[in-house]
């Protein structure tokens, strides 16, 4: 692969992945569109197997492996999508995956990482998970699968962005929520190398980026001019809170991304609560933060433009789906 993605590393990588994951729908979402004046679509990840984006990312790092290192088997940290597709996607494969998740991850995604045959590690928070997947690999001989910060991972992802250049033709906005930067540098990266990524302001697909506001490595990396790492995360959306933005995800972002806006987990929950109940959809924290900025216009839009909501995730515990629906302020 070169420096950035190619056209024909994108068509590869999805060669690779898209015999084992659904091509998500695009769906409009007038309730949004209407409120914002614009045409609005979400793309749906929430729907992809395992219950979220990351399925994509893995099987393609996994794929590519040696077959001495299939045989070894992989580790990696996550704080719990990953985990879940990682060992999804390694059983596909008849490999062994070992899951350091942070002793608070979310326990129906712990049970649901173990339920697709991974032998999962509690470990100290996001930054010493890290490290202990480090570590387990160097001791026991794993190849360590970094969740985000990894040319494999944003091929794998690129799929995506190829799925919306096809089934959306013409000038977008797309909004996507940023954690390490995978998802997001794959969307970007894949719409450049197409030609369908329009200039800053111009003509073509625009993507922005979104965090939450108690966890805004990629906002920082950006104010600072290089990958930056967090002291601390406080959040509800755990999806989006890693300890640090990917160093090459960084160099996509700040070359092809427009911006990165951030939301408050008030406005999470509120986005929650409209996609359950106005869109029918089960959405995790994470995979609700596009919909919030496009809610409360953190992004910018013009009236009649067309935008899409990238929704990244449904793994979602029955008691914050309860706080959503009870806490999340109607809108609008």
Known sequence: ????????????????????IHRTPLLSFRTLGDATGTIA???????QKTGSFKVRGALNAIAVLSDVERARGVVTISAGNHAQAVAWAARRAGARAVVVMPSGASRSKV?????????????????????????RADEDGLTFLHPFDAAPVIAGHA???????????????IVVPVGGGGQIAGIAGALAATGRLGGRGGPGMRVFGVEPEGAPSMRRSLNE????????????????????????????????????????DAEILSAMRLLMSR???????????????LMHGRVPVSAGERVVALVT?????????????????PWP
Do not use: Q
Request: a negative charge.
């Open 41 to 47: 679509f979400l793309k749906c990840e929430n729907l």
């Open 159 to 173: 799929s995506t962005g190829l799925e919306l250049a096809e089934d959306l033709p013409g000038d977008a906005t």
């Open 111 to 135: 049970a649901a990482a173990i339920g697709y045959g991974a032998e999962v590690v509690l470990h100290g928070n996001a930054a010493e998970a890290f490290r202990e997947a480090r570590r």
């Open 313 to 329: 995730g449904g793994n979602v515990d029955g008691d914050l789906l309860a706080k959503a629906l009870r806490d999340g302020t």
């Open 279 to 293: 869109a029918k959809l089960v959405v995790e924290p994470s995979g609700a933060a596009a919909v919030a900025a």
């Open 1 to 20: 692969m070169t420096d950035w993605l190619t056209h024909r590393d994108c068509e590869a990588a999805r060669a690779r992945v898209a015999p084992a």
């Open 225 to 264: 001019g290089h990958a930056a790492h967090l002291d601390a995360t406080d959040t509800i959306a755990d999806g989006l809170a890693p300890p640090m933005a990917g160093a090459l995800n960084f160099r996509y972002v700040a070359e092809f991304v427009e911006d990165v806006a951030l939301v408050s």
